[in-house]
């Protein structure tokens, strides 16, 4: 664990996300004892000197037991109403828990688009910094009363390891209702071991985060071990712990972690890289032939037209598209220097060909090298 206090006493800086089983019953609602006991390990981490952002789930599950429902809703409508009702109570919890410790706290509701849009991407940057700046405590929340494809196929697990590649953090740590990653369902299997250091995600790690799920929750473990694979290829600790006991977050600080540590990568990818891979919207899709693939991923070479096979989809230059094999495998994303009607063009020629049939001069690369995220970086 030295690494991880190492990291941590270099950087000042936790992401905690909080599961809906935590916060919310469908019966009694909102969790305040729960809150409250939150609220106070994170003001005492403030006291510290830390940054501290907390993005929490509960919305729907406060919603659900507002409006008495005896099940969570299925349909997107219900689901975005039930989600308006439940945030300001998620809210109103958390304010009256931090006022306690005279701690100011803020909310934040975001989509994947205010990481995925450039623009909005710098701009939420700049709103934690200055947050941080005046010692507030941001809470996160997907903004489940609009983003129809959050409430599809989003969760606050990847949610939480985006916040923290933005903000550059030091720690993730993620409060669930388990006490981390086992080898098997600890629920089902009485030989499941708990297994308490990752330093590497392999197919093996992934086939132990079988899904399961809560009765108000969205993700389960297979979701937190994809918030894993973003954050270490930033250099990013993940614990996942259970956020039952009293004081789980100060434990951690303590040396004292009873949970699952996923260790960061030693070799860590350029801010630049990490919004490409882990966060932009791809565009479309470009086939590659052997040779180019050998040369992206052992060579680390730029994409040249000459490799490219087939072109998928509709798109412009500078939009972020995907890169495929010949098998249709994704072997990384980039950012294309061409549209799709410009690669249909030069598709399969040489890079000296591109003036002539493009009647202008053009960069001789698709994609260059330090605009290209592969995957296993």
Request: hydrophobic share 40%.
């Amino acid at each position: 664990m030295q690494q991880l206090s190492s990291l941590i006493l270099r950087r000042n800086t936790v992401v905690i996300k909080i599961g809906t089983n935590l916060l919310a019953d469908k019966a009694r609602g909102i969790d305040g004892a729960r809150i409250d006991s939150i609220a106070k390990s994170v003001s005492s981490l403030r006291a510290a000197g830390r940054n501290v952002v907390i993005v929490s789930s509960g919305a729907i599950g406060a919603g659900v037991a507002a409006l008495k429902l005896s099940e969570r809703p299925r349909t997107i409508p219900e689901k975005q109403a039930t989600a308006a009702i439940g945030q300001p109570l998620l809210m109103e919890a958390y304010e009256n828990a931090f006022r306690k410790h005279r701690q100011p706290i803020a909310q934040l509701l975001l989509t994947k688009d205010d990481f995925a849009e450039r623009a909005r991407y710098v701009n939420a940057k700049n709103t934690f910094a200055a947050l941080f700046e005046r010692g507030v405590v941001p809470i996160v929340n997907e903004n489940d009363t609009v983003a129809v494809e959050e409430i599809k196929l989003g969760d606050n697990d990847n949610l939480s390891a985006m916040v923290a590649t933005l903000i550059e953090a030091a720690v993730l740590i993620i409060l669930s209702d388990v006490d981390g990653l086992y080898t098997a369902d600890p629920s089902r299997d009485g030989g499941a071991e708990l297994v308490r250091i990752v330093d590497r995600i392999t197919p093996q790690v992934e086939r132990y985060a079988k899904r399961t799920r809560g009765e108000l929750s969205t993700g389960g473990m297979a979701t937190k071990i994809e918030a894993a694979k973003r954050c270490i290829g930033a250099g990013i600790a993940v614990v996942i712990t259970n956020g039952a006991r009293p004081d789980a977050v100060g434990e951690i600080f303590a040396g004292n972690i009873s949970g699952t540590v996923f260790l960061p990568a030693e070799k860590t990818l350029s801010t630049r890289k990490q919004w490409i891979g882990f966060v932009s919207h791809t565009r479309g899709n470009i086939v590659v032939d052997d040779g180019a693939k050998a040369a992206l991923l052992k060579k680390h070479k730029s994409l040249l037209p000459s490799g490219i096979t087939e072109v998928r989809g509709e798109f412009k230059a500078r939009d972020i598209v995907s890169v495929l094999d010949p098998a249709g495998r994704q072997i990384g994303k980039g950012i294309t220097g061409y549209s799709s009607a410009e690669l249909e063009r030069i598709k399969g020629r040489k890079s000296t060909e591109i003036e002539a049939l493009l009647h202008r001069k053009s960069p001789a690369e698709v994609i260059h090298r330090n605009d290209l995220a592969l995957l296993g970086e």
